[in-house]
């Protein structure tokens, strides 16, 4: 069992930056990826970012590049998504994932486990 959890979200304004923290228990995640999605009210969770625990190639949603970074702490078994120049649209909330890769990343197909959620507003 892979337990997930999240810290970092708040109320920000636009143009401005946050960084989450995904902090993981219960196993070895040498062959994992990890990663975040989103989910804004009346919408679909939705992929935002990615990474293999082995390597640093990351991956995207497009409407995220350029602003956001995932990056990991193999030591601490924690996961980070730094957000930088946010927008209104980027408010929703933020859930970490984990779990065997199951083919590109970019599917979500790897999320077997989640964590809780913690929420991003940002105002205009």
């Known amino acids: 069992q892979v337990q997930l959890v999240e810290s970092g979200g708040g109320l920000v304004q636009a143009g401005g930056s946050l960084r989450l923290s995904c902090a993981a228990s219960?196993?070895?995640?040498?062959?994992?990826?990890m990663g975040w999605f989103r989910q804004a009210p009346g919408k679909e969770r939705e992929f935002v970012a990615a990474?293999?625990?082995?390597?640093?190639?990351?991956y995207y949603t497009d409407s995220v590049k350029g602003r956001f970074t995932i990056s990991r702490d193999n030591a601490k078994n924690t996961v980070y998504l730094q957000m930088n120049s946010l927008k209104p649209e980027d408010t929703a909330v933020y859930y970490c994932?984990?779990?065997?890769?199951?083919?590109?990343?970019?599917?979500?197909?790897?999320?077997?486990?989640w964590g809780q959620g913690t929420q991003v507003t940002v105002s205009s």
């Open positions: 219960g196993r070895t995640f040498s062959m994992y990826a």
């Open positions: 990474m293999r625990w082995s390597d640093v190639q990351a």
């Open positions: 994932a984990a779990g065997p890769i199951l083919g590109p990343l970019q599917s979500g197909r790897f999320a077997a486990y």
